[in-house]
Nanobody, 124 residues
Framework: VQLQASGGGLVQAGGSLRLSCAAS????????MGWFRQAPGKEREFVAT????????NYADSVKGRFTMSRDNAKNTAYLQMNSLKPEDTAVYYC??????????????????WGQGTLVTVSS
């Protein structure tokens, strides 16, 4: 699976962005998908994950209630809708694919395939 993230940009605090993660191949629908982010000087951190059929999502506490992850298996694409953005959301956002179960879904080491990242900058 090859992944390509897009949709990042510069936005003011309180604004919204929607990230997309387009996948190649015919097996996209069999993978759990995740979004992670990495701010300058910090480790990569979990943001959100969604099951292969889109039936269940899970979020980091820092984004819960503001971010929504979804997927469209017919389009081989996963999304991250980000609302009420804060300056601390500034980071490079990565999408990733995994076959891990929920208990391992926050660990980036359990993801096999990664997109190239898209930069989100939130100004105050």
């Amino acid at each position: 699976v090859q992944l390509q993230a897009s949709g990042g940009g510069l936005v003011q605090a309180g604004g919204s962005l929607r990230l997309s993660c387009a996948a190649s191949g015919r097996t996209f629908s069999t993978y759990r998908m995740g979004w992670f982010r990495q701010a300058p000087g910090k480790e990569r951190e979990f943001v959100a994950t969604i099951t292969s059929n889109g039936g269940s999502t899970n979020y980091a506490d820092s984004v819960k209630g503001r971010f929504t992850m979804s997927r469209d298996n017919a389009k081989n694409t996963a999304y991250l809708q980000m609302n009420s953005l804060k300056p601390e959301d500034t980071a490079v956002y990565y999408c990733a694919a995994s076959r891990t179960v929920l208990s391992g879904s926050r660990n980036p080491g359990n993801y096999y395939y990664w997109g190239q990242g898209t930069l989100v900058t939130v100004s105050s």
